[in-house]
């Protein structure tokens, strides 16, 4: 996957609190045992689950917050932290958290070029921030730690990220950090956003679980929209018409395909030496999500993406 190192970097959709200590205790959604709970529930928490630190050995606790009072959402602030050094390194495209930052820029050009003209209601798109923190944030749907992996809170309609996810929990699954699979994770959570504007979050947001569930359906469809925009991803530009995406190879395509597979409920599961309990699952095997996000890179069609029609 190759960047484009003229592409202006738009870090105003970028909040960097990392260093700033986090934020504090305070609210947010109950998720009892951290894996189940009230609205927000599982569909939301994207790519990998407090669950998935349980069956590595990793931390206890919930997803967020767990006194059960209602979450305030708030916006956070934009910019700050060392993000702005992004517009001027000439290195740029080299660092993590500069190519998240153009990831996010090419995900977002995309889906309000997009969405309007391929939903019914021609549905607007909205833009989300999206948050690189370090060890814990406050959110919208509570605080929340960097055990839970990357996630969308549609409270306040953010994006949040630990990037060290990439250098730890993502690769114990067995997927590659390399830029196209941090890009699938990107893309993965702003599938849940698209999701949130349809409200098709909403409603399916019954706390669920099992290989047909909603959550699921809910999960796998966001794969798909992540690879409905990397069909899509070298043609988009930055605000000057400039392409932000040069090439993506196919054997980034491969990567992350497997980085698909890497994070299949199945897959986890049996890596925790505890069987496979198809009931507890809440983002899909690894075949499923293999063939929704390939579905989406083959087809380039949001229309593709119906995960709530039949089997899956």
Known sequence: MQFNKNAQIDTSQISDVRGSGGG?????????????????????????????????????????????????????????????????????????DCRLNLIVNSVQQFWNGYLPGHTPQHVPYEPSITQLFSQGTNTGCGQATSAVGPFYCPNDKVVYIDPSFFDTMLQQLGAQNVPFVQAYVVAHEYGHHIQDLLGTLSQAQDGQSGANSSSVRIELQADCYAGVWANHATGTTDSQGVKIITEITDADIKAGLDAAQAIGDDHIQSQGGGGVNPESFTHGTSAQRYKWFKRGIDSGDMAKCDTFSGSI
Do not use: E, H, K, Y
């Open 24 to 96: 504090g205790g305070g609210g947010g959604i109950r998720l009892p045992g951290g894996i189940g709970g009230s609205a927000g529930g599982l569909g939301v928490v994207g790519v990998i689950i407090f669950i998935v630190m349980q069956f590595l050995g990793g931390g206890g606790g919930g997803l967020f917050g767990n006194d059960g009072s209602s979450a305030q959402g708030a916006s956070p602030q934009v910019g700050g932290g060392d993000i702005a050094t992004c517009q001027t390194d000439p290195n740029a495209v080299d660092r993590t």
